[in-house]
């Protein structure tokens, strides 16, 4: 089993439209979260860290469910750049260091 | 200026060539990392640097090598290259603190024939 597993997508919306995203990981003692973009062919960006009370930053919601050991991401109003690919990210507890573990990503294609 | 730059952003090679890809930053930041990106399988750790000198193994470091000769520079080798190393390259750093974010340079992508 994958540590941190996405549904590839793509996710085709239009404009305006309402999408979320999941993400499981299998590291119940996961310590940090994140979601990052990637530009086709371009290096990922932190989006958003992920908190436990859960946090917004304008259109974009993020989540935290530990029982369930999965994160989701909500994207509201969706614009044509927010066409990407949304990376799930995790930082076990056990590693030495606060390593980052990225899940393979969530194509979201958003049209006119 | 980009922060953090890598060269070259492009490679052909043949399978045996030695390759060396560079990365720089101008973040300041101690903490450097080198990883691989294949379709299918995410973004991997090859090597991670905290310190000028420390040099620490990540899932991937066979066939790899890495030198951190400066805080700014942190330097990826593949001493033989092999068609399976074909991949996109990215260099990252960071700062230890809360937020653990990491900053990536603009990539590498190599093609080893």
């Known amino acids: 089993r994958k540590e941190v597993e996405q549904d590839p997508g793509p996710f085709n919306v239009p404009e305006g439209a309402t999408v979320a995203f999941n993400c499981t990981y299998s590291?119940?003692?996961?310590?940090?979260f994140f979601w990052y973009r990637q530009d086709c062919r371009k290096e990922p960006k932190l989006l958003m860290s992920v908190y436990s009370s859960g946090n917004e930053d304008g259109r974009f919601t993020a989540q935290l469910n530990r029982a369930s050991q999965y994160i989701s991401l909500l994207i509201r109003d969706s614009k044509l750049s927010d066409s990407a690919t949304y990376l799930c990210?995790?930082?076990?507890?056990?590693?030495?260091?606060?390593?980052?573990?990225f899940g393979t990503g969530t194509r979201l294609l958003v049209s006119p | 200026d980009a922060d953090v730059t890598q060269t070259p952003r492009n490679r052909i090679t043949k399978t045996g060539k030695r390759i060396m890809l560079e990365c720089s930053q101008t973040k300041g930041h101690d903490r450097m990392y080198w990883y691989r990106q294949d379709p299918g399988l995410g973004l991997r750790l090859i090597y991670y640097?905290?310190?000028?000198?420390?040099?620490n193994k990540g899932e991937i470091s066979d066939g790899y090598s890495v030198s951190r000769q400066a805080q700014a520079k942190f330097s990826l080798s593949l001493e033989s290259a092999i068609p399976n190393q074909t991949a996109l390259y990215f260099c990252?750093?960071?700062?230890?603190?809360?937020?653990?974010?990491?900053?990536f340079g603009p990539g590498t992508r190599l093609t080893v024939l």
């Open positions: 990210v995790v930082t076990p507890m056990n590693t030495g260091f606060q390593k980052l573990v």
């Open positions: 590291n119940s003692a996961s310590q940090s």
């Open positions: 640097s905290f310190d000028v000198k420390d040099i």
């Open positions: 990252a750093t960071s700062d230890p603190g809360l937020t653990n974010e990491q900053f």
